[in-house]
Nanobody
Framework: QLQLVESGGGLVQPGGSLRLSCAAS????????IGWFRQAPGKEREGVSC????????NYADSVKGRFTISRDNAKNTVVLQMNSLKPEKTAFYFC??????????????????WGQGTQVTVSS
């Protein structure tokens, strides 16, 4: 059974950092493009970042550029989203998704078949 599990969410103060992990079981991530998405209360889910299967290409939403970093460790079958300088308005549920798709479409949620259950990130003082 193919499964993605996110971890690392929690409560953090504005300006703080969190490190989210997306771990795969039942399959290896080596050939999969990975995307991170988030959904704030009352809002639609939006793209945050994505990374190619090789890790050589990355994409970031304008709102997180310079503050978030996506990386992958295929040996550990894990993708990490390092989030720095977090803002209160970005409290949301964060999801990772995986599929074998071209990096050029990695921002398109509809192209992903495999999704994790998500992890809550709350930014509050």
């Amino acid at each position: 059974q193919l499964q993605l599990v996110e971890s690392g969410g929690g409560l953090v103060q504005p300006g703080g950092s969190l490190r989210l992990s997306c771990a795969a079981s039942g399959f290896t991530l080596d050939y999969y493009t990975i995307g991170w998405f988030r959904q704030a209360p009352g809002k639609e889910r939006e793209g945050v970042s994505c990374i190619s299967s090789s890790g050589g290409m990355t994409n970031y939403a304008d709102s997180v550029k310079g503050r978030f970093t996506i990386s992958r460790d295929n040996a550990k079958n894990t993708v990490v989203l390092q989030m720095n300088s977090l803002k209160p308005e970005k409290t949301a549920f964060y999801f990772c998704a995986a599929d074998r798709l071209p990096f050029s479409v990695c921002v398109l949620q509809s192209r992903y078949d495999y999704w994790g259950q998500g992890t809550q990130v709350t930014v509050s003082s």
